[in-house]
């Protein structure tokens, strides 16, 4: 055997063990639970309610804001928010928490719950992130 048939047949040698540990990896992908961003994207999705309260409980604000999101142990309540929050940046907020996390408002937030982040819902269609910040409005 030739020095070019050596390395010919290594490289089909390693580009299989690489084909099937990928058949085995997606196996196992296949098996694991959805992140909560995906299980939110699905739950959204299968949403027949398109009003505010629906979409808030379909997607599972309820989880940690409470059933009629007066706030938890996990969470603040989200009443008046209409005091903080224009439509469209609350929308913003939703989308992308983080960004907001220097404001000084969130700094008795990040002592009260502490080692809780709010989720990120930008994988959420903007016109029911608008849904629900009218309805948030609104309470």
Known sequence: MTNAQKWVALFLGLF????LLERLTKKEEAQMPPIPSQMTEQAAQQSGETDG????KRIGCVSCHGENLNGTKLAPAL?????YWSRDGLINYMRNP???SRDERFNAYREKYKNVIMPS???????????????????
């Open 98 to 100: 983080q960004s907001y």
């Open 79 to 83: 009443a008046e928010l209409k005091k």
């Open 53 to 56: 309260a629906g979409l808030i």
């Open 16 to 19: 299989l063990l690489l084909f």
């Open 121 to 139: 819902y930008g994988n959420i269609d903007v016109k029911e992130l608008g849904k629900i910040a009218e309805y948030l409005l609104t309470k």
